[in-house]
Nanobody, 117 residues
C-alpha cells in the first residue's frame, strides 16, 4: 500500500527557512513524478514544485529562486528546501506522487507552514 508522510512544517519568521520532507513507501518502482502542492483555505490547491523521474524539475513562479525540490532515492524521500520565506507562503503543504502504472495521484496528509506577517 502506497503511503506518503510529510514532516518539517512549522512557524518561521519572514526571511527564514524550513525543509519539508516526504517519506514514500509502498512503491515497487520509482514514481513518474513527485511534487509539492500547497493550499490556503478557500483557495485552490496549487503546484509548488515537481520533479520527474528523469531529474527535471519545475517551480511555480512565486517560489523560483527560493525553493528547491530534491529527492533521495536511497531513502525514498522527497524534500522541499524553502528559503527566504514570505507571509504569502503560509499554507498547508502536501506531497504527491504518481506511480509508474497508476492512473491516479497519491497524496500525503499535509504539513502546515506558517510565516507570520
Amino acid at each position: 500500500q502506497v503511503r506518503l508522510v510529510e514532516s518539517g512544517g512549522g512557524s518561521v519568521q519572514a526571511g527564514g527557512s524550513l525543509r519539508l520532507s516526504c517519506a514514500a513507501s509502498g512503491y515497487t518502482a520509482s514514481p513518474n513524478w513527485m511534487a509539492w502542492f500547497r493550499q490556503i483555505p478557500g483557495k485552490e490547491r496549487e503546484t509548488v514544485a515537481i520533479i520527474f523521474s528523469n531529474g527535471n524539475s519545475y517551480y511555480a513562479d512565486s517560489v523560483k529562486g527560493r525553493f528547491t525540490i530534491s529527492q533521495d532515492n536511497d531513502k525514498n524521500t522527497l524534500y522541499l528546501q524553502m528559503n527566504s520565506l514570505k507571509p504569502e507562503d503560509t499554507a498547508m503543504y502536501y506531497c504527491a506522487a504518481r506511480g509508474q502504472w497508476s492512473s491516479k495521484n497519491d497524496w500525503g496528509q499535509g504539513t502546515q507552514v506558517t510565516v507570520p506577517s
